[in-house]
């Protein structure tokens, strides 16, 4: 499939549904051959058939991005399947909500260690393939409550809090590498993870997965070298959930 990324290589975690699903498609409609990673193998290859379907290249990859040795294959496999890296999208992500004061530490610890350890890992493991590369990207899906705070939201806006911090840094550590680092915070996006979270919400009224995809789109398709942090996808009024 010609396009825009065509002979580029990318990696999506979070890719068997909503958010993920649209961005591991976005970037395969433009050429590039994506390696999709996520808990569920049937989701996985849901989104794997429908990339196949529609001409475009992607292998499904098994993988909690929470566990060092699944990343490690995740990023291993993803380069043998497609001879390096180009392109990380960091979206996997899970929520627990509810006041402080009753949050366990084990959905805090669940939290903290899929939203942040997980991007750290990923990137940890990818930087080496990335710098092999011209020019490369990491794009981190991070949330409105990585800016904000909001009530029965700590463990989660804790963990974005952290994404959107490391991103940050990384983007000064790496722009000698010419490896760009980004950021998105969006705020309500029409996705399962906001269905199952807060059904009482007005779907309508949400951004949809494919606007965050053509974002990234726009960020991975540019040669400048300048550093952005973060892209604020918040609508005023919107609600902030990712």
């Known amino acids: 499939m010609a396009g825009r990324l065509s002979g580029k290589a990318a990696i999506v975690t979070g890719a068997g549904r909503g958010i993920g699903r649209a961005i591991a498609g976005a970037l395969a409609a433009e050429g590039a051959s994506v390696t999709l990673a996520a808990r569920t193998q049937a989701q996985l290859d ?16 098994r993988a909690d991005v929470s566990r060092e040795d699944d990343v490690r294959r995740l990023v291993q496999e993803a380069v043998k399947a497609f001879g390096g890296l180009d392109i990380v999208v960091n979206n996997a992500a899970v929520g627990r909500f509810g006041p402080l004061e009753k949050m366990r530490v084990v959905d805090w610890d669940l939290v903290m260690a899929v939203n942040a350890r997980g991007p750290f890992l990923v990137c940890r493991e990818a930087i080496p393939h990335l ?14 409550v990585g800016v904000k705070g909001y009530v029965n939201q700590s463990a ?65 398709t540019r040669s400048g070298n300048a550093v952005i942090d973060e892209i604020d996808l918040r609508r005023a009024g919107a609600t902030p959930w990712a």
């Not at 710098?131 to 990491?138: A, E």
């Not at 963990?159 to 010419?178: C, F, I, P, V, Y």
């Not at 949400?206 to 053509?214: D, S, T």
């Open 46 to 61: 849901e989104t794997a058939n429908a990339i196949a379907s529609a001409g475009g290249k992607a292998v499904a990859v």
């Open 156 to 220: 989660y806006g804790a963990s974005k809090h952290a994404l959107l911090g490391m991103t940050k840094a990384l983007a000064r550590e790496l722009q000698k590498d010419n490896i760009r680092v980004h950021a998105l915070c969006p705020g309500g996006v029409d996705t399962p993870f906001v269905g199952d979270a807060r059904p009482d919400l007005d779907r309508a009224a949400l951004m949809k997965p494919e606007e965050i995809a053509q974002t990234v789109l726009f960020l991975v």
């Open 131 to 144: 710098r092999r590369r011209p020019v490369s990207w990491i794009v981190n899906i991070s949330s409105v």
